[in-house]
């Protein structure tokens, strides 16, 4: 069953969310939903198995997080949200915190890279929410440190990305681990077979809320393109970020041009940062809160920040490489425009890979406008290696004490 949405959303007042909260979210001047808040919030309050559809940046998290923290707080029980990367993860925690706190729920968050007794530490509070990847997760169930048997509400966050990192046979084994009798919401940007499945395996008669039609870009994005030789881009690069104020989000596909795009971009004279799987997390971690703060004007990513990345007011997004899967093409732009907020998008595309464009261009049922190449500047000579700032080093935390015992997701 789908649920369509009303033309014109009410205010979080005319849904029935408890006092409290309502208080909490007027304190935040969070007064109108978006539609799939607005949409999803009433049924999932009934316990509803949900799948919500819906494009990146659109609020997701509250429209499972305040059903999740009212319900807890009414009939007890425990949360888990499941996400596909650790930044995700910490960005769920930081948009449930302000609501959870108040209401003396607290919450942890379990991600690979992350010192594993300072999680066990963390279960010593008693934390009634656990965000978690997949993978660290399993870790804890494997060696019996956690259990989930108290669970009574579940949420699989951005599930088609889960799955297209092959998180599948994860998923399934933490589905072992948490009662038959629960509340469990899916959300996704799209809505491949895969997702069906699960649902249809997993879910109790979910209803389908939808929003936007899979593939549908943010709403406010100018999108452009340039062809472009590969030996050329890194001076098309220096051009546009010359031009453009504001913060720029640059992706790469892979690790290795994603390093070496930043290496390049610095002998610009703009700060920038990376983010890709060869980082650690406290690296991760310090490259997205510099870029929030305005550290670094520039952030250069792999598609692990294609979502996940919560950050207002990114001016540009600029895809230095197409990505291999047009829906990626989807997110890496919903990073810009949030928020119903204006962006840009600007892909470059060498003359070899039109069937590339075409593919995005059929998902998004629209054709992306080609700019004519503009004088580039002179190619820049790479920089020694040896100009590149030190690590960060993972912070040490301090160790807990006792053995490894069965908790009860704690």
Known sequence: MTQNIPRHPASFGALPIAPNLLRMLEQR??????????????????????????????????????????????????????????????QVEDALIPFATPLNIRTAVFVGGASMERQ???????????????????????????????????????????????????????????????????????????????????MDLPLRIEVAPAGTAAEKVEQE?????????????????????????????????????????????????????????????????????????????????????????????????LPDDANDYVHRIGRTARAGREGRAISFASPDQAAGVRGIERLLRMPIRRLPLPTLPARRAPPAASEEPAQHHRPRYPSARGGHQRRRFR
């Open 225 to 321: 393109l340039f062809i472009v030789k590969r030996e050329d881009k890194l001076a098309l690069l220096e051009k546009l970020l010359g031009e453009y104020a504001g913060t720029v989000l640059v992706f790469s596909r892979t690790k290795h041009g994603a390093k070496k795009i930043t290496r390049m971009v610095r002998a610009m004279g703009h700060s920038a940062a990376e983010i890709h799987a060869n980082r650690s997390l406290a690296q991760r971690r310090e490259a997205l809160e510099g870029f929030k703060t305005g550290k670094y004007r520039i952030l250069v990513a792999t598609d692990i920040a294609a979502r996940g990345i919560d950050v207002t007011g990114i001016a540009v997004v600029i895809n230095f490489d």
């Open 29 to 90: 001047k969070l007064t109108s939903p978006t539609p799939i808040q607005h949409q999803a919030i009433p049924i999932a309050l009934e316990g509803k198995d949900i799948i919500g559809i819906a494009q990146t940046g659109t609020g997701k998290t509250l429209a499972f997080g305040i059903p999740m923290l009212q319900r807890l707080a009414q009939q007890g029980g425990r949360g888990l949200v499941i996400v596909p990367t650790r930044e995700l993860a910490y």
């Open 120 to 202: 066990l530490q963390m279960l010593r509070n008693d934390p009634r929410i656990l965000v978690a990847t997949p993978g660290r997760l399993n870790d804890h169930l494997e060696r019996r440190t956690v259990t989930l048997r108290e669970v009574r509400i579940l949420v699989l966050d951005e599930a088609d990305q889960m799955l297209d990192m092959g998180f599948k046979p994860q998923i399934e084994r933490i589905l072992h681990h948490v009662p038959k009798q629960r509340q469990t919401m899916l959300f996704s940007a799209t809505m491949p077979p895969e997702i069906v499945k699960l649902a249809a395996a997993h």
